[in-house]
Protein backbone atom coordinates (compact mmCIF):
# COMPACT_ATOMS: atom_id res chain seq x y z
CA UNK A 1 0.00 0.00 0.00
CA UNK A 2 1.23 3.35 -0.92
CA UNK A 3 1.95 5.79 1.56
CA UNK A 4 1.02 9.51 1.98
CA UNK A 5 2.58 11.70 -0.98
CA UNK A 6 3.53 14.74 -0.36
CA UNK A 7 5.62 17.41 -2.63
CA UNK A 8 7.57 18.93 -3.45
CA UNK A 9 9.73 18.31 -0.24
CA UNK A 10 11.10 21.25 -0.03
CA UNK A 11 10.54 24.75 -1.67
CA UNK A 12 12.30 28.00 -0.96
CA UNK A 13 10.35 31.07 -2.43
CA UNK A 14 10.25 35.21 -1.71
CA UNK A 15 8.26 36.70 0.51
CA UNK A 16 4.95 37.67 -1.82
CA UNK A 17 5.68 34.62 -4.24
CA UNK A 18 3.03 32.03 -4.19
CA UNK A 19 3.30 28.41 -3.17
CA UNK A 20 1.21 25.43 -3.51
CA UNK A 21 1.89 22.38 -1.54
CA UNK A 22 0.02 18.92 -2.71
CA UNK A 23 -1.09 15.40 -0.80
CA UNK A 24 -1.71 12.27 -2.10
CA UNK A 25 -3.54 10.08 0.46
CA UNK A 26 -3.92 6.97 0.74
CA UNK A 27 -6.13 5.40 -1.98
CA UNK A 28 -10.02 5.40 -0.12
CA UNK A 29 -9.01 6.84 2.65
CA UNK A 30 -11.80 10.05 3.43
CA UNK A 31 -10.60 12.11 5.66
CA UNK A 32 -7.31 14.33 4.61
CA UNK A 33 -5.70 16.92 7.24
CA UNK A 34 -3.18 19.37 7.06
CA UNK A 35 -0.95 20.13 9.85
CA UNK A 36 2.25 22.43 9.46
CA UNK A 37 5.20 22.82 12.46
CA UNK A 38 6.76 26.08 12.78
CA UNK A 39 10.55 25.71 13.77
CA UNK A 40 10.56 25.13 18.13
CA UNK A 41 6.81 24.61 18.06
CA UNK A 42 4.62 21.40 18.14
CA UNK A 43 2.55 20.18 15.18
CA UNK A 44 -0.56 22.62 14.79
CA UNK A 45 -4.04 21.23 12.97
CA UNK A 46 -4.52 23.33 10.07
CA UNK A 47 -7.99 22.14 8.21
CA UNK A 48 -9.54 18.53 7.49
CA UNK A 49 -11.26 17.46 4.85
CA UNK A 50 -14.01 14.25 4.35
CA UNK A 51 -13.67 13.07 0.78
CA UNK A 52 -14.12 17.20 -1.19
CA UNK A 53 -15.68 19.12 1.78
CA UNK A 54 -13.70 21.09 4.66
CA UNK A 55 -15.26 19.71 7.61
CA UNK A 56 -13.13 21.57 9.98
CA UNK A 57 -10.78 24.68 8.62
CA UNK A 58 -10.27 26.27 12.31
CA UNK A 59 -6.41 26.18 12.52
CA UNK A 60 -5.94 28.26 9.34
CA UNK A 61 -3.86 30.95 9.87
CA UNK A 62 -5.82 33.61 7.72
CA UNK A 63 -7.65 34.25 3.92
CA UNK A 64 -3.95 33.77 2.52
CA UNK A 65 -4.01 29.89 2.96
CA UNK A 66 -6.78 28.21 0.73
CA UNK A 67 -7.17 24.50 0.44
CA UNK A 68 -8.83 21.89 -1.99
CA UNK A 69 -8.97 18.54 -2.58
CA UNK A 70 -10.42 18.17 -5.89
CA UNK A 71 -13.06 15.29 -6.33
CA UNK A 72 -12.05 13.75 -2.61
CA UNK A 73 -8.96 12.61 -3.60
CA UNK A 74 -5.61 14.83 -4.10
CA UNK A 75 -5.50 18.23 -2.15
CA UNK A 76 -3.73 21.54 -2.67
CA UNK A 77 -2.88 23.54 0.03
CA UNK A 78 -1.89 26.89 -1.90
CA UNK A 79 -0.58 30.25 0.56
CA UNK A 80 -0.47 33.66 -1.52
CA UNK A 81 1.23 35.91 -1.11
CA UNK A 82 3.93 33.80 1.36
CA UNK A 83 5.42 35.68 3.90
CA UNK A 84 8.15 34.69 6.24
CA UNK A 85 6.38 33.56 9.43
CA UNK A 86 4.74 30.95 6.84
CA UNK A 87 8.18 28.85 7.52
CA UNK A 88 7.90 25.36 8.51
CA UNK A 89 7.30 22.33 7.22
CA UNK A 90 3.54 21.60 6.00
CA UNK A 91 2.65 17.54 7.12
CA UNK A 92 -0.37 16.35 4.72
CA UNK A 93 -2.22 13.02 7.20
CA UNK A 94 -5.02 10.83 6.00
CA UNK A 95 -7.28 8.39 8.17
CA UNK A 96 -10.19 5.53 6.96
CA UNK A 97 -12.13 6.83 9.56
CA UNK A 98 -12.36 9.46 12.77
CA UNK A 99 -11.07 7.45 15.44
CA UNK A 100 -7.26 8.45 16.01
CA UNK A 101 -6.08 5.30 17.48
CA UNK A 102 -5.81 2.15 16.32
CA UNK A 103 -4.01 2.60 12.63
CA UNK A 104 -3.82 6.70 13.46
CA UNK A 105 -3.03 8.79 10.88
CA UNK A 106 -0.98 8.28 8.28
CA UNK A 107 1.69 11.02 7.73
CA UNK A 108 3.47 12.17 4.53
CA UNK A 109 7.22 12.76 5.29
CA UNK A 110 6.10 16.78 4.79
CA UNK A 111 6.96 19.81 2.88
CA UNK A 112 9.82 21.77 4.06
CA UNK A 113 8.86 25.57 2.84
CA UNK A 114 11.14 28.51 3.48
CA UNK A 115 9.97 32.25 2.71
CA UNK A 116 12.99 34.39 1.84
CA UNK B 1 -1.08 27.16 29.52
CA UNK B 2 -0.50 25.27 26.55
CA UNK B 3 -3.18 22.38 26.44
CA UNK B 4 0.24 19.75 26.20
CA UNK B 5 3.03 19.98 27.75
CA UNK B 6 6.44 17.99 26.42
CA UNK B 7 10.01 18.72 27.19
CA UNK B 8 11.60 18.76 24.01
CA UNK B 9 15.09 17.66 25.47
CA UNK B 10 17.26 16.29 24.10
CA UNK B 11 17.30 13.13 26.20
CA UNK B 12 20.81 11.43 25.86
CA UNK B 13 20.76 7.44 26.92
CA UNK B 14 23.34 5.02 26.43
CA UNK B 15 22.33 1.25 24.83
CA UNK B 16 20.24 -0.88 26.90
CA UNK B 17 18.82 2.35 29.27
CA UNK B 18 15.53 1.91 30.04
CA UNK B 19 13.83 5.69 28.43
CA UNK B 20 11.22 7.35 30.23
CA UNK B 21 8.92 10.17 28.10
CA UNK B 22 6.40 12.18 29.53
CA UNK B 23 3.66 14.64 28.84
CA UNK B 24 1.18 16.26 30.96
CA UNK B 25 -2.20 18.35 29.80
CA UNK B 26 -4.81 20.64 30.85
CA UNK B 27 -7.77 19.55 29.02
CA UNK B 28 -9.61 17.24 31.04
CA UNK B 29 -11.94 16.05 27.90
CA UNK B 30 -8.89 14.18 26.37
CA UNK B 31 -9.75 10.46 26.03
CA UNK B 32 -7.19 9.46 23.23
CA UNK B 33 -3.77 9.20 24.22
CA UNK B 34 -1.24 8.00 21.42
CA UNK B 35 2.61 8.24 20.51
CA UNK B 36 4.01 8.76 17.23
CA UNK B 37 7.71 8.52 16.91
CA UNK B 38 9.23 10.89 13.86
CA UNK B 39 12.66 10.18 12.26
CA UNK B 40 14.65 13.00 11.05
CA UNK B 41 12.83 14.67 8.00
CA UNK B 42 10.10 11.70 8.20
CA UNK B 43 6.05 11.85 8.73
CA UNK B 44 5.38 11.15 12.48
CA UNK B 45 3.78 7.29 12.13
CA UNK B 46 1.75 6.12 15.13
CA UNK B 47 3.62 4.16 17.52
CA UNK B 48 1.12 2.84 20.74
CA UNK B 49 -2.41 4.03 21.29
CA UNK B 50 -4.20 4.17 24.94
CA UNK B 51 -7.98 4.91 25.37
CA UNK B 52 -8.68 6.25 28.53
CA UNK B 53 -6.42 5.54 31.74
CA UNK B 54 -3.93 2.19 32.08
CA UNK B 55 -1.22 1.21 30.41
CA UNK B 56 -0.72 -0.80 27.19
CA UNK B 57 2.20 -3.12 26.08
CA UNK B 58 4.11 -3.48 23.26
CA UNK B 59 6.92 -5.19 22.87
CA UNK B 60 9.75 -2.95 24.31
CA UNK B 61 7.32 -0.19 24.46
CA UNK B 62 4.54 0.38 27.15
CA UNK B 63 1.81 3.65 27.31
CA UNK B 64 0.64 4.60 31.03
CA UNK B 65 -1.92 7.12 31.02
CA UNK B 66 -2.92 8.26 34.61
CA UNK B 67 -5.98 10.59 33.90
CA UNK B 68 -6.38 11.54 37.38
CA UNK B 69 -3.22 13.45 36.99
CA UNK B 70 -3.08 14.08 33.60
CA UNK B 71 0.17 12.84 32.56
CA UNK B 72 0.60 10.14 30.42
CA UNK B 73 4.35 7.94 30.44
CA UNK B 74 5.97 6.03 27.19
CA UNK B 75 8.66 3.96 28.24
CA UNK B 76 10.93 2.07 25.94
CA UNK B 77 13.16 -1.20 27.75
CA UNK B 78 16.04 -1.98 26.19
CA UNK B 79 16.66 1.08 24.06
CA UNK B 80 18.63 0.88 21.10
CA UNK B 81 20.21 3.36 18.80
CA UNK B 82 17.48 2.90 16.24
CA UNK B 83 15.71 4.53 18.62
CA UNK B 84 17.00 7.51 18.30
CA UNK B 85 14.17 9.58 16.83
CA UNK B 86 11.53 12.56 18.06
CA UNK B 87 8.78 11.38 20.28
CA UNK B 88 5.75 13.46 19.78
CA UNK B 89 2.64 12.64 22.68
CA UNK B 90 -1.04 13.76 20.81
CA UNK B 91 -4.30 13.54 22.43
CA UNK B 92 -7.57 13.97 21.24
CA UNK B 93 -11.64 14.20 22.47
CA UNK B 94 -14.82 12.86 20.80
CA UNK B 95 -15.72 16.38 19.95
CA UNK B 96 -14.01 17.95 17.51
CA UNK B 97 -13.47 14.91 15.05
CA UNK B 98 -11.08 13.38 16.80
CA UNK B 99 -8.33 16.54 15.60
CA UNK B 100 -5.53 15.40 17.71
CA UNK B 101 -3.61 18.00 19.61
CA UNK B 102 0.46 17.65 19.81
CA UNK B 103 3.12 18.24 22.52
CA UNK B 104 6.00 19.53 20.95
CA UNK B 105 8.01 16.15 21.00
CA UNK B 106 11.40 14.97 22.88
CA UNK B 107 14.42 14.41 20.83
CA UNK B 108 15.51 10.50 21.79
CA UNK B 109 19.47 10.20 21.35
CA UNK B 110 20.50 6.46 22.20
CA UNK B 111 24.15 5.89 22.12
CA UNK B 112 26.01 2.65 21.26
Known amino acids: EAGVTQFPSHSVIEKGQTVTLRCDPI?????LYWYRRVMGKEIKFLLH????????ESGMPNNRFLAERTGGTYSTLKVQPAELEDSGVYFC??????????????FGSGTRLTVV | QKEVEQDPGPLSVPEGAIVSLNCTYS??????FMWYRQYSRKGPELLMY????GNKEDGRFTAQVDKSSKYISLFIRDSQPSDSATYLC????????????FGRGTSLIVHP
Open chain 1, 49 to 56: FVKESKQD
Open chain 2, 50 to 53: TYSS
Open chain 2, 27 to 32: NSAFQY
Open chain 1, 27 to 31: SGHDN
Open chain 1, 93 to 106: ASSQDLSPGHYGYT
Open chain 2, 90 to 101: AMSSSGGSYIPT
